[in-house]
Structures are given as structure tokens and as C-alpha cells.
T-cell receptor, first 112, second 112 residues
Framework: AQSVTQLDSQVPVFEEAPVELRCNYSSSVSVYLFWYVQYPNQGLQLLLKYLSGSTLVKGINGFEAEFNKSQTSFHLRKPSVHISDTAEYFCAVSDGGGKLIFGQGTELSVKP | NAGVTQTPKFQVLKTGQSMTLQCAQDMNHNSMYWYRQDPGMGLRLIYYSASEGTTDKGEVPNGYNVSRLNKREFSLRLESAAPSQTSVYFC???????????FGPGTRLTVT
């Protein structure tokens, strides 16, 4: 069975600093990878996705992620964070059958 | 477009009571999903409907039933609520497998 591990449950960072949220997945087949963001008391919103093609994927709000097949990783990065980026971030993998497996989430806390 | 809507937003039940959570989407999506979100566990798939007329179990289906009423609507029923079903429930929809999922705002359910 597929699984997704987000390596950090909480990431505190100062405003304008770079950030990386780490995600590893276990799968031996082709995968489709997603990052979602959840602001307090809201549903999830898609940040970016990798289906095929270029391994560097750009998303909304200045985020990007790199698919690394050999390391089975899909880390999320932003070069300079804002207070408004404070939220919970979820990595998810699909096996192509339509079901998403989510990681446990990473709480990003941006401090002034 | 409203996207994905869910009712109610909040609900408190006593153990043994039943209720139905409603979900509707106006994006003409084929696939719909129900998840539950618990602290530190990410989102877990309860049931999904790949297309109108089909439903299938996800990771945590016990204690729940679903109905894909038509292409727009997908309901989740708790026949006899238990405290372990206290959670936040999210409905999502997508064009089909491998496409990104769009989430509703969630229903916060407490079972006492």
C-alpha cells in the first residue's frame, strides 16, 4: 500500500526567510503528486501538482516543488515566505486510480 | 460557481443518533469523495464515487454509508454515531482520476 510521510510536523520560520517542507512517498509504480494548503477553518486548496513532464513544478503563491524519483521525494519550497503563508500543508499521492493518500500535514508558522 | 458546498457546517450528536451529511458540486465533475480529518492523521478517505452510479470503500469506511444521488450530489450517512466519529468531514470532487480534487469547507461533527 502506498504511504506518504511528511518529515516535519511543525516548521517555524521568520518572515522573508526561505522554507522547505519535506515529503517522501513509497510507491513502485507511476505516481501523481500534489501539495495542498489548508488555512484555519477552511477546506483544502491545491498549491501544485506533478503528473508528468518537468520535475520542477511551479504553483500558486510563489511555491514550487521538485519531483525526485530516485529519492521518492516531492519537497515543497518557497524562497521568501510571508505571514499570510501560515497554514497547514499536505502532501498527497495518487496511484492513478483516483484515490489520494495524504501525509499527516506540516504546520508552517511564519513569524514577523 | 459555488464549487463544492457542504451542509451542515457544525453538528452535535448524541451516541446512537443518525445523521446525513450533504455535499453538492456545480463543476460537472465525475468523481466525488468523502474524507475525515483528525489531528495528526491528515485526511483519510471514507468512501468515493468514481462516477455517477458507482461507490467504493476507502481507507476507513466502517460506520458510514454513502449515496451518489446524481452527478451533483454525494451524501454521507452515519447510522449510529459513536464518539470515535467526532471529526471534521470534507467532501471533494474532481473531473476524474488523476485530476486535482476540489474541497468543500467541511463539517465539524461532535458525538457525545
Amino acid at each position: 500500500a502506498q504511504s506518504v510521510t511528511q518529515l516535519d510536523s511543525q516548521v517555524p520560520v521568520f518572515e522573508e526567510a526561505p522554507v522547505e517542507l519535506r515529503c517522501n512517498y513509497s510507491s513502485s509504480v507511476s505516481v501523481y503528486l500534489f501539495w495542498y494548503v489548508q488555512y484555519p477553518n477552511q477546506g483544502l486548496q491545491l498549491l501544485l501538482k506533478y503528473l508528468s513532464g518537468s520535475t520542477l513544478v511551479k504553483g500558486i503563491n510563489g511555491f514550487e516543488a521538485e519531483f525526485n524519483k530516485s529519492q521518492t521525494s516531492f519537497h515543497l519550497r518557497k524562497p521568501s515566505v510571508h505571514i499570510s503563508d501560515t497554514a497547514e500543508y499536505f502532501c498527497a499521492v495518487s496511484d492513478g486510480g483516483g484515490k489520494l493518500i495524504f501525509g499527516q500535514g506540516t504546520e508552517l508558522s511564519v513569524k514577523p | 460557481n459555488a464549487g463544492v458546498t457542504q451542509t451542515p457546517k457544525f453538528q452535535v450528536l448524541k451516541t446512537g443518533q443518525s445523521m446525513t451529511l450533504q455535499c453538492a458540486q456545480d463543476m460537472n465533475h465525475n468523481s466525488m469523495y468523502w474524507y475525515r480529518q483528525d489531528p495528526g492523521m491528515g485526511l483519510r478517505l471514507i468512501y468515493y464515487s468514481a462516477s455517477e452510479g458507482t461507490t467504493d470503500k476507502g481507507e476507513v469506511p466502517n460506520g458510514y454509508n454513502v449515496s451518489r444521488l446524481n452527478k451533483r450530489e454525494f451524501s454521507l450517512r452515519l447510522e449510529s454515531a459513536a464518539p470515535s466519529q467526532t471529526s471534521v468531514y470534507f467532501c471533494a470532487s474532481s473531473r476524474g482520476p488523476n485530476y486535482e480534487q476540489y474541497f468543500g469547507p467541511g463539517t465539524r461533527l461532535t458525538v457525545t
